[in-house]
Structure formats: C-alpha cells, structure tokens
C-alpha cells in the first residue's frame, strides 16, 4: 500500500484554478520532490495533504485513509507547512517540544532529547526560541514533526534559510529516516542535493503535474541532427520514445535509440551524432518547466 496517495487532488479560489487533478503516490522508504517555480502550487498542495485546506476535488488519502474525511488520519503524518514553524519565543526548545509531544500524545519524555539530537540543536536546547537563528528555529520546526515518529513526513521547503551545513544536515536525516520507512514528500529547489537521494522528481507548473521523473532509471541520449524541429516532431510520435525535448543545438531524449535512429534514418534526416549522456535533473526541469 502507498504511505501517501493524490487522486485527481485539485483546488479552486474561485474562479481560479490553483491546483488541477493532481495524480502521484509515495510508498514507504521513498523520497518524492516536489519542484516547481513560485506560485506553482506546491505550499497549497503540502497544505491540502497537511488537512489544513480542503480540496475542490479529489482525494488526499494516508495509509488509505482519506485525510479530510477523517482527520484521524493525521496521526501518521508529521509535517512543516509553513517555515519556519511558529513557536513560544519565550520558551526555550526544549519546552516548546515538550508542549508540542503533550498535544501530541507523545509519552516518551527520551523523544524530546532524541528529536533534539538528530537535528543538532541540543546546544540551545534551553535557550529561548526568540534567541534562535531562522536556521535553528527550520531545524527545530522539523524535530517537532518527529516527536510521534510519522510515518509520512511532509514537508515545504525544509532547507530555506539553512546555512551550507544545515542543508546537508537535513538532507542527510531525509534520507536517513527513508531508510527507517518512512515515506517523506518535499517542496524543494535544491535539485542538485535531493537528485542524490530521491526517488522521484514532480515537477509543477501553473498547478499541474507536469512530468514525473524516476531518478536512477534515466537513460538520455543526446541527438545531433538536421533539422532539429522536424526530427523532434517525429521522435515525439516513436512510442519507444518516452520524451524529448531540444537543449542547444541538440535534442535530448528518453527511450530506444536504435528505434529512434532507424526512423531517423528512413525519413531522411542527416544524424550527425548520437550518444549516451548523463541525465540532468537541473537543465531538465528548466526546460520542462519552459515548454510546459
């Protein structure tokens, strides 16, 4: 079963569409990246999974269980929507833990330390919050979510406002806690770091999912041919061609090369190159989110 699962999840203020038909799943143990430009919605998708606004249509379901027709549902589910998250300024981190497991329903008072522990922030555990640097209060806002060890992790933009070392801390913990099962989706700019980790890439665009990359399994070649925009035309119609799109003076795609040369090759066209290239996932979101 997925830890988390969006059928035809979509959001309406109004007459405007923030968020259409919305389809992805995570399973426990993987990473899911949501990458998009601003305003494409991802803080209002985090939100609707998080129950803290209701969808238009569709569904937000966590281990099955439908997150807004039963708010139980929630207790899987540990999250940071807004970053970074608010807390007490008068109380120190510690304390404000503390609160957050009580309405949690966390007993073990060892949680507190432990959270405190894996985000590195025992040192100003007895500080006041209002003494914290926006870095100490992002990594503290995630050491709340994972007092009542969720099971799905959700989380928006974690790593803004985190100096080079706070960035690779949480990343580190991101992938650390996949391997204990947990399944985590992240809003994220930083594709360099999660392409690393993740195990899917979903790219929005004015409220759409426009593409779905599965990291480790791409295999792009490069294509150097003339004329460009009539050999892309014909690899899009290939369906041993998954995708393709022109970067430069080339054009890069996914699927069957030998394919996609023989039916180049019958239609006339002049391949001057082809080659395997290393996938990445940088450029490619730049020029899915162009086109789109």
Do not use: C
């Amino acid at each position: 079963m997925e830890a988390l699962r969006l059928e035809g999840l979509s959001k309406r203020y109004g007459r405007k569409p923030i968020l259409e038909r919305i389809n992805l799943s995570v399973r426990p143990g993987e990473v899911y990246a949501l990458a998009g430009p601003n305003g494409s919605g991802k803080t209002t998708l985090i939100r609707l999974i998080a129950g803290l606004a209701f969808p238009t249509a569709g569904r937000a379901l966590l281990l099955g269980e439908d997150v807004h027709q039963n708010p139980q549902a929630r207790r899987h589910l540990g999250a940071v929507v807004e970053a970074p998250a608010a807390f007490y300024p008068y109380l120190t981190g510690r304390e404000n833990l503390k609160m957050r497991a009580y309405l949690a329903g966390v007993k073990e008072e060892s949680r507190i330390s432990e959270a405190l522990d894996r985000l590195k922030l025992l040192a100003v555990a007895d500080q006041k919050v209002g003494s914290y640097s926006l870095g100490q209060r992002q990594r503290l806002g995630l050491a709340a979510a994972l007092l009542h060890r969720p099971r799905v992790l959700v989380l928006d933009e974690p790593t803004s406002g985190l100096d080079p070392e706070g960035v690779e801390l949480v990343h580190g913990l991101l992938q650390e806690l996949a391997q204990e099962g947990v399944a985590v989706l992240l809003s994220t700019h930083h594709l360099q770091e999660v392409s690393h980790y993740a195990h899917k890439v979903g790219i929005l665009g004015a409220g759409r999912l426009l593409d779905e990359v599965v990291l480790g399994k791409k295999e792009v070649y490069r294509l150097e041919t003339e004329p460009l925009e009539g050999a892309l035309a014909l690899l899009k119609t290939l369906p041993q061609v998954a995708s393709a799109w022109i970067q430069g003076p080339a054009i890069l795609f996914e699927g069957n090369s030998e394919a996609a040369l023989q039916a180049l090759l019958r239609e006339g066209y002049r391949v001057k190159a082809l080659q395997l290239q290393g996938f990445d996932l940088r450029v490619y979101y730049q020029e899915r989110v162009k086109h789109a």
